[in-house]
């Protein structure tokens, strides 16, 4: 599945010649006006979405029903992950250069939590957790010093995995079994793996289209369609 603004899309992952959308397009005139950043949750059949020009983040069931607010007043998030072992979703905002989460279980009673605050220059952007590891990894838009970063769901330990031969990651996934990172560079135009402390990386595709997607929607939706 993929955002495309006004609504939600999908295509089938192993069958090219199917034009048949395996699900509705999805759209809401009042909770969907730009939205960007996706994850999902398999067991409640639901898609989480950010909306940048209304600074929420929503959700809808796969089946475009029930579209609802999780979180208001967060800004422009770009990038969603939900952790499914403990249920809770994890964002980044590019406003204030922070990486924050929610339970999604606790109806109101749930706050939202500031994991990880950047600094001034950086932009953080695609997100992915690792629930075995207990961490998260993000791609950050930082103009002088691009990079992909992981940290403890704490916060504590945070450090760059890549930092050379990178200029504008977008989005970011993990193949949680293989214990690979994958992330796509809009600037390089191409999508590359690496081991999860950043080490072997392998280009996987060449620059012949262009990287425009802002979210790891392409990969991390591969594990249920």
Known sequence: MYSRVLRIDSIHMFDEFNLNAPFPSIQSKDFMRNAIGLSFDYKTKRIFYS?????????????????????????????????????????????????????????????????????????PRGIAVDSCKRRIYWTNWNSHHPAIQRAYWDGNDLESIITTDIRMPNALALDHKAQKIYWGDARLDKIERAEYDGSKRVVRKLPFIRVENSNSTLFRKAQYL
């Open 51 to 123: 909306d940048i020009q209304r600074g929420s983040i929503n959700a809808v069931y796969f089946n475009g029903t029930g579209h609802s607010v999780i979180v208001e007043r967060q800004g422009s998030v770009e990038g969603l992950a939900f952790e499914s072992v403990n249920r809770v979703l994890y964002w980044t905002c590019n406003n204030d250069a922070t990486i924050s989460c929610i339970p999604i279980d606790k109806g109101t009673d749930a706050s939202v939590k500031t994991v990880i605050t950047l600094g001034n220059n950086d932009k």
